[in-house]
């Protein structure tokens, strides 16, 4: 199982950036994105279920869009109107379909929003 986060880079406040997740080797369940930020704990940024439901943390509630598509098995988050606290380095993360749901992570991929 493999999972490849791409699409960071540097953006200036105010911008937007999609991040892209490419899954393989299984079949998932719920898949997330999470980000860490320097000198701070792994955080929820949003996550999405099969059936598409998808729910955010505060901090990008109302600017930020998760999708994905099961049949490529991909995950993608835009994020518009970033701020330098959105800067993190951003993971992608997908729960196995079926017992024992293993959790996996992607390598991550920094985003850096300059004032």
């Known amino acids: 199982v493999q999972l490849q986060a791409f699409g960071g880079g540097t953006v200036q406040t105010g911008g937007s950036l999609r991040l892209s997740c490419a899954a393989s080797?299984?079949?998932?369940?719920?898949m997330a994105w999470y980000r860490q930020a320097p000198g701070k704990q792994r955080e929820l940024v949003a996550r999405?279920?099969?059936?598409?439901?998808?729910d955010y943390a505060e901090f990008v509630e109302g600017r930020s869009t998760i999708s994905r598509d099961t049949t490529k098995n991909t995950l993608s988050l835009q994020i518009d109107s970033l701020k330098p606290e959105d800067t993190a380095v951003y993971y992608c993360n997908a729960r196995e379909e079926g017992y024992p749901w293993t959790v996996y992570w992607g390598q991550g991929t920094l985003v850096t929003v300059s004032s």
């Open positions: 080797g299984s079949t998932f369940n719920t």
């Open positions: 999405i279920n099969p059936r598409g439901s998808a």
